[in-house]
Nanobody, 124 residues
Framework: QVQLVESGGGLVQAGVSLRLSCAASGLTFSNYVMGWFRQAPGKEREFVAAITRSGGSTYYRDSVKGRFTISRDNAKNTMYLQMNSLKPEDTAVYYC?????????????????WGQGTQVTVSS
């Protein structure tokens, strides 16, 4: 049974940093492209970042480039999202997802497994 479990969310003030983690089990983690998505209240789920199987290539939405860093540790079956200089518009539930593919994708339909999400709230 595949499980993706996010952690690290919280309530923070604008400008600070948070690191999200996504612990995977029940799958061969290194065979999956991994991604982070987020969904704010009343809005559709949107792509945040993705990373290839080896971690050698990453892909970000424009609004987080230079502030967020996606990474993974295949030995620990864990993916991370380091979020710096947080803004109120980053407030959302953040989801991790796994895609049994070779290339990073911003399309949520490409992803096979999803976590339950972790709330990030940034106050101004």
């Amino acid at each position: 049974q595949v499980q993706l479990v996010e952690s690290g969310g919280g309530l923070v003030q604008a400008g600070v940093s948070l690191r999200l983690s996504c612990a995977a089990s029940g799958l061969t983690f290194s065979n999956y492209v991994m991604g982070w998505f987020r969904q704010a209240p009343g809005k559709e789920r949107e792509f945040v970042a993705a990373i290839t199987r080896s971690g050698g290539s990453t892909y970000y939405r424009d609004s987080v480039k230079g502030r967020f860093t996606i990474s993974r540790d295949n030995a620990k079956n864990t993916m991370y999202l380091q979020m710096n200089s947080l803004k109120p518009e980053d407030t959302a539930v953040y989801y991790c997802a796994a895609d049994f593919g070779y290339y990073t994708s911003s399309n949520p339909d490409e992803y096979d497994y999803w976590g339950q999400g972790t709330q990030v709230t940034v106050s101004s």
